[in-house]
């Protein structure tokens, strides 16, 4: 790639030394030239350093974290009212992202159900004889490496014949870059405590959420830049490592330790492609925004938005990322351009000429909502909605289609980004909505203004239940989340019932229960009353 960085992301700011802070984060001078050479992608990411006490990031043009949140598996009207906090106490120009990844990885939770089944009795032995640990040749272990293996091909192609169902795990991100400065102590406070705030109302609004560190941040970003993290998740191996976990050096910037030196990265109408000389994967990624919304759109819908409930046929054929990025705008400003758009939007309505232009009342309705919710206390925000998609070449038609089916069925209407796949790209990527990034977007026209409501309903919060924590039992959602469950995991009663039409596969699921349950150690009776 020999891309030139256009000038609003090149670097501009002085000296740093932070207090507390480790390796590089400690003796940044922005005012020197960037290490990595301007056609290299990673001289476009923002991350500088890591504040390891704080968890907080050093970037280019702010200051930032990010944290991990289990997505719910539903919403309702409380959820959304407690959510409104989350942007009471955000300054001006605070850039927050929500990023939902529809990721094939599931080993590590297919793992972990295949350690539980019950070992050979004389498998300490044998191991000592080898001297290394050695397979379990007992019947549990070998169906349980069957079904595992059969679950890993189903991450990367479908495990039905009549439509589309492929395994994943949806993990969701919401990271916030604060306009601030490393070595301004007060801004780095403001930080800390904003997202201390953060966290309590995710956690009201019942999100369980976790602060990440540096790895994490990297390990993240690396899924999207590189072309071999996602495409190893079908192998066959319960010790591979499927996204080669990369640990944090404080010593070198977050950015260059992102992108793999040996990444290739191509653009071309339809989006980009990531390959190596070395491997023969090559990623297709493709990336589309948002040009209609449906009139009327709830927090609890969002759910739609990652496969049909009940249709099988609108189903994700690839993973997939969602992403929404909302930039806080200073309120008495946005108070005086909702004011002047309600007065010259009822005055367009009252003019003779209304009658022959149809889109006057309508514009008068918009504003006048607009009016009625700063008057509420609330206020507009600016915001974009960004859909990305990671296949092969050869299956990206396929994906595209499904993604443009998908949301197509809600009301939405998704336009390619030709030829803006990498300004995509940035904007898929958390603690990356800077003011000058959010300039480059409206520039664009990427963005829309819509009030807090809409952004926090049409935040993608919403995934798939993941069961339980302990792995006895494995099944698939109907969106393709993995589920693990045990029944004693349940505190207080450990009660079931299983209701069906004949031939719904009762019978099935009991049989799969006894045989779960028998292979973790436990003893099993079933008595079959009838009539």
């Known amino acids: 790639m020999r891309t030139l960085l256009p000038p609003s992301h090149q670097g501009a700011n002085s000296a740093v030394w932070t207090p507390g802070a480790s390796g590089l984060a400690s003796r ?11 056609e290299q992608f990673s001289n476009w990411l923002p991350y500088s350093a890591y504040v390891s006490d704080e968890r907080v990031f050093v970037n280019r043009e702010s200051l930032g974290f990010m944290l991990e949140i289990m997505p719910q598996s539903g919403a309702d009207e409380r959820m959304a009212e407690v959510l409104i906090s989350l942007y009471a106490s955000c300054p001006p120009e605070t850039g927050i992202q929500f990023q939902l990844f529809g990721s094939p990885h ?6 972990q159900y295949d350690n539980l089944r019950i070992e050979d009795e004389d498998q300490a032995q044998k191991a000592l004889a080898w001297g290394k640990p050695v397979p379990n040749t007992n019947l549990y272990r070998k169906l349980s490496r069957q079904r595992v293996n059969h679950l890993l091909r189903g991450t990367q192609s479908s495990l039905t014949s009549g439509f589309h169902y492929t395994l994943r795990d949806f993990r969701l991100m919401m990271s916030v870059a ?14 800390l405590h904003l997202r201390d705030s953060m966290g309590s109302t995710l956690r009201a609004a019942l999100l369980p959420n976790r602060v990440c560190d540096a790895a994490d941040l990297i390990n993240w970003c690396a899924l999207f830049t590189n072309p071999d993290r996602i495409a190893h998740s079908d192998e066959e191996d319960l010790n591979y490592d499927d996204d080669r976990w990369l640990n944090y050096d404080d010593g070198r910037e977050i950015r260059d330790q992102i992108v793999d030196f040996d990444t290739i990265q191509d653009a071309h109408a339809n989006g980009l492609t990531f390959w190596k000389e070395t491997v023969p994967e090559v990623l297709e990624a493709r990336f589309y925004s948002i040009k209609g919304f449906p009139e009327r759109f709830a927090l609890w819908q969002m759910g739609s938005l990652i496969g049909d409930l009940m249709q099988p046929t609108l189903q994700y054929s690839a993973p997939f990322l969602i992403t929404l990025g909302v930039h806080v705008l200073d309120p008495n400003a946005a108070r005086a351009v909702v004011t002047a ?9 009252k003019s003779k000429m209304a009658d022959v232009m149809p889109d006057v009342r309508k514009k008068l309705d918009d504003w006048s909502a607009a009016a009625n919710a700063v008057d509420a206390g609330g206020g507009l925000v600016s915001l974009y909605h960004q859909v990305a998609i990671f296949t092969s070449p050869e299956r990206a038609v396929a994906a595209h289609e499904s993604a443009n089916a998908i949301w197509r069925a809600r009301g939405f209407q998704l336009n390619a980004d030709a030829y803006m796949h990498r300004q995509a790209l940035l904007a898929s990527l958390p603690m990356t909505l800077t003011p000058k990034f ?7 026209k990427r963005v829309t203004r819509k009030t807090v409501a809409n952004a926090i309903h049409l935040a993608p919060l919403i ?3 993941r069961g339980t924590s302990s792995p006895a039992l494995v099944f698939g959602g109907r969106r393709g989340q993995l589920m693990t469950m045990d029944l004693f995991d349940n505190e207080g009663n ?15 699921l009991m049989n799969e229960m006894a045989w779960s349950y028998r292979a973790i150690g436990a003893k099993v009776w079933m008595l079959d009353l009838g009539r």
């Open 494 to 508: 450990y009660n079931f019932a299983i209701i069906g039409a004949p031939g719904s596969g009762k019978s099935v």
């Open 178 to 191: 604060f306009p601030g400065h490393g070595r301004d102590m007060t801004k780095r406070e403001a930080l």
């Open 463 to 465: 995934g798939e239940w």
């Open 341 to 349: 758009n309600h007065v010259r939007a009822t005055q367009n309505a």
């Open 28 to 38: 940044l001078d922005f005012h020197l030239p960037d290490e990595t050479p301007a």
């Open 106 to 111: 599931i080993r590590s939770q297919l793992r």
């Open 438 to 444: 959010h300039k480059d977007l409206a520039k664009m």
